[in-house]
């Protein structure tokens, strides 16, 4: 290797033939023997890596991603935005920055700078924190997850998820609570007394049972009449993308629908503005109503609401009501949940068990198919059931 240094003016430089031509790069020093060092591990990594360019880099300071080493949260975001970019269903971006600034701050949290250094022992659970860690605990795992530990091992790093054999703090949702019906009528009231736009996110989360940032980014285009009746359809747009990719409609009542859109009047949109919640002052928060949103939760805590997730609680009182009127099934359709069992855990002690007549089941419900051929009958004679059942008690 002696024969490819050349010293040039104190300083030692590297020759190599490389792609067919021959270049020379400096070593940055004086001394031959810490540029036998560095030519080294410049050739190395260009044997390796098969990149002038990588190589070269390595040689000016900035970090590179070698097999075999352990990667440091430069390196292991670089591969995971790489596993991102070729898996068949990707992450939203906002999520992928989430779970690296996560893993940015369990790995601060236990003193690591690299994956294999990562102490899970270190971390901490108080009662305070432990939902909150918790929830970050399992973002930074999102980064290890099966699939993306092969890909990283087809780039030649054998990784292990280091949280992987951690004792599991997270808990399961707890029974959801239902608020008061005067809490809740009150809210209901109440929240006309506010200012527009936060009368308008009290309507959304309790009446439609969307989540923050639905709310943030519903549009009135949203609002819309299918089957004969008003929805409000949760669907993707250019700078939203409902959780877990599902759309969902939730049907609206007439009049509710009506305030929402006299609401949204009053507040004097632009023409081009096509939010829901139109907004006077461009942002560049992740969301635009963040603002109004602290104050409609502050006036929640004011009416009794715990400070934690007070908004979202409106939200959980929607899926407490339509799964008690309704079902489990349809409460879990209209909040958008991934699967039903998410559904049951929280709502699932508030329906009661049916009574199961068999009887009825096998031979039929005479009763209910009297009250069928009462409603062809009433139907025909022009009258109405009621008027048809008095008539028929009155012989």
């Known amino acids: 290797m002696d024969e490819n240094l050349v010293n040039r003016g104190g300083t030692w430089y590297l020759r190599k033939r490389w792609e067919g031509r021959q270049r020379i790069i400096s070593l940055r020093t004086p001394k031959k023997s810490i540029a036998k060092t560095k030519a080294r591990r410049f050739l190395s990594i260009l044997d390796e890596l098969k990149s002038w360019e990588t190589a070269v880099a390595d040689l000016k300071g900035k970090k590179i991603l070698r097999q075999g080493e352990d990667p440091t949260i430069e390196s292991i975001e670089t591969l995971y935005r790489e596993f991102m970019a070729q898996s068949i ?47 970050q605990i399992r973002a930074a795992g999102s980064v290890f997850k099966v699939a993306a530990l092969n890909f990283y091992k087809k780039k030649g790093f054998a990784l292990e998820n280091p949280f992987g054999r951690m004792e599991r703090h997270s808990e399961k949702p707890q029974p959801y609570i239902p608020l008061s019906t005067a809490v809740r009528s009150a809210i209901w009231k109440e929240c006309r007394d506010l200012e527009p736009e936060s009368a308008m996110i009290v309507l959304l989360a309790l009446g439609c049972g969307l989540r923050r940032n ?73 969301l635009r109503l963040n603002c109004r949103f602290r104050k409609v939760s502050k006036w929640l805590t004011d009416k009794g609401i715990p400070e934690t997730k007070s908004l979202h609680a409106l939200r ?60 062809v009958v009433a139907k025909n004679a022009g009258i109405s059931v009621q008027k048809l059942k008095d008539a028929l008690q009155a012989l």
């Open 316 to 375: 959980k009182e929607f899926g407490s009501l339509v799964a008690t009127k309704h079902s489990i099934f349809t409460a879990s359709t209209y909040l958008g949940h991934s699967s039903v069992v998410i559904t049951q855990e929280s709502y699932g002690s508030l329906v009661g068990n049916p009574t199961v007549d068999m009887e009825k089941l096998i031979h039929g419900d005479k009763e209910e198919e009297f009250d069928k051929a009462l409603v």
């Open 214 to 286: 639905e709310i943030d980014k519903a549009r009135k285009s949203w609002l819309c009449e299918n089957d004969g009746m008003t929805v409000l359809t949760v669907q993707k747009e250019s700078d939203f993308e409902p959780k877990s990719r599902i759309s969902r409609n939730i049907p609206v009542s007439q009049d509710l629908a009506e305030e929402i859109l006299r609401i949204r009047k009053s507040l004097k949109p632009k023409s081009n503005d096509s939010y829901l919640i139109p907004t006077k002052e461009p942002t560049k928060a992740q």
């Open 89 to 135: 269903n990707p992450v939203k971006e906002e999520t992928i920055n989430h779970n690296i600034q996560c893993l940015k701050r369990m790995m601060a949290e236990c003193g690591a700078k690299t994956v294999a250094t990562i102490n899970c022992e270190k971390f901490r659970f108080t009662t305070e924190n432990r939902g909150n860690l918790s929830a």
